[in-house]
């Protein structure tokens, strides 16, 4: 028995709708806390008029797909990656393991992580016309637009991903996003400040490999401390998916046509290219250097409850709870601070997030510190420019964009996304031609 069918059987597990328009009742099954949309359409006042629809901008409480990639409870606090606590992958995995899991769905063995990292390293290296691609940028060219551009740029190197059906092919094309994204990152970022690109070295690990492409100079050999090696390999676990975010669902919702996964992965880079979503962890610096110092705190605290200020950083759309990636990043951030010493604003936040927790204004309304509120300053400590932030984001999370897009492809449950609307302009109006309108 399917679960649609299932819910029709217990009455109990669904939904009694009486419309007051007409009177009818109609009985909506519930399965998995949700109604189809498709069953509210069935009622109607009369055959002639469509059937009722769900006004949800934003999609606040639309589901849009099914999914086993990543389960958040926000209430709880919960993130888990196929089922493992975001906590234990951070302490004890690797970004590389963890792109696996999202993309495979379980862990692998010995014999099937060392392919999968042989493979990922061996494709590192873009073709030398993606170089020239990049050299015709601005000198000043953000680096999120000429990584968006770039990843798009890959589909006409690669013609056969358009082949989504072939599970050989879309694993290849996987694995050559995956390995050339931390390349086309660290490219972005040379070309903005003028120095010659960096080519990946094999010998490396795949986060060593990209330090070494931002920041290698003359030296024989690149050689990054291992701490700061391990606090960027945890900061990419820690973005590598977050269930039906803005990106993720621009992934999804691009990839429903059917189009070539770079294609589909740059529209993920554009969205998160938007300060809404990716820029938050800016937003947090930019507050912290306007408070300034300890003795503002209290006065920057007052203006935000009385409206004049805004706390970035605090609350999520999800998380009513304490983001369970800020704890984990708040240790990563001691661990980058060991090597390259304390940022002064260390001090300015660690003391907000303590006046958060404890006063009642913001536990009230369950405004807890989220991912973004210590990643800027860990990424400050490396030297990141702020316009960096955003493409260290999409590098972790190209794994979680891939592991959606490639359960969207084989879900038959799913068709192109065309969302309806509700029209609120003119109709029917006459038209006057441009002789008689300009008389």
């Not at 007409?22 to 109607?44: C, F, H, Q, S, W």
């Not at 680096?143 to 190197?157: D, E, H, I, K």
Request: a negative charge; one cysteine or more.
């Amino acid at each position: 028995m399917t679960d649609v069918a299932a819910a029709a059987a217990d009455p109990a597990a669904s939904l009694t709708v009486r419309d007051n328009r007409t009177g009818n009742e109609y009985e909506v099954p519930i399965v998995d806390g949700t109604i189809r949309a498709a069953d509210l359409g069935k009622i109607r006042v009369s055959d002639e008029q469509p059937g009722l629809a769900v006004y949800d901008p934003g999609f606040v409480n639309t589901a849009s797909c099914r999914s086993s990639v990543t389960y958040i409870d926000g209430d709880q606090g919960i993130l888990e990656y196929r089922g493992y606590p975001i906590e234990q992958l951070a302490e004890k995995s690797s970004f590389l393991e963890v792109a696996y899991l999202l993309i495979h769905g379980a862990l692998p063995t010995k014999e099937q992580y060392d392919a999968w990292e042989h493979e990922i390293t061996y494709h590192t290296f873009v073709h030398e016309n993606v170089k020239g691609f990049m050299h015709g940028f601005r000198y000043d060219a953000h680096p999120m637009g000429m990584l968006m551009a770039s990843v798009g740029a890959l589909s006409t190197f690669y013609p056969d991903a358009r082949n989504i059906e072939d599970p050989h092919n879309r694993h290849m094309q996987i694995v050559r996003m995956i390995a050339k994204m931390p390349t086309l990152g660290a490219w972005s970022f040379r070309h903005a400040q003028g120095k010659p690109f960096v080519y990946p070295d094999n010998e490396l690990s795949y986060t060593e490999n990209f330090l070494s492409m931002l920041f290698k100079m003359s030296e024989q050999k690149f050689e990054a401390d291992e701490r700061l090696v391990r606090a960027l390999d945890v900061l990419f676990i820690l973005h590598a998916d977050h269930e039906q975010n803005c990106s993720t669902n621009a992934v999804r919702s691009v990839g429903s046509s059917q189009v070539d996964p770079y294609s589909a992965v740059a529209a993920g880079v554009g969205a998160l290219y938007g300060p809404l979503h990716g820029g938050a962890n800016e937003a947090v610096l930019r507050m912290l250097r306007r408070i300034g110092s300890m003795e503002n705190i209290p006065a920057f605290i007052e203006g935000v409850k009385n409206g004049n200020e805004r706390l970035m950083g605090f609350g999520h759309r999800v998380y009513k709870n304490y983001d369970p990636r800020a704890k984990i990043i708040k240790q990563a951030a001691d661990d980058v601070f060991e090597v390259t010493g304390v940022n002064p604003l260390l001090k300015i936040a660690k003391e907000l997030e303590k006046i958060a927790l404890e006063d009642e204004y913001f536990v009230k309304r369950r405004l807890y510190p989220n991912v973004d509120f210590y990643s800027g300053l860990i990424y400050e400590a490396f030297q990141f420019p702020p316009e960096m932030f955003t493409v260290l984001f999409a590098i972790g999370r190209t794994p979680g964009w891939l592991a959606q897009w490639n359960e969207l492809v084989q879900d038959k449950e799913q068709k192109i996304a065309r969302p309806k609307q509700i029209y609120t302009g003119d109709r029917t109006l006459d038209f006057v031609p441009a002789a008689e309108r300009w008389a």
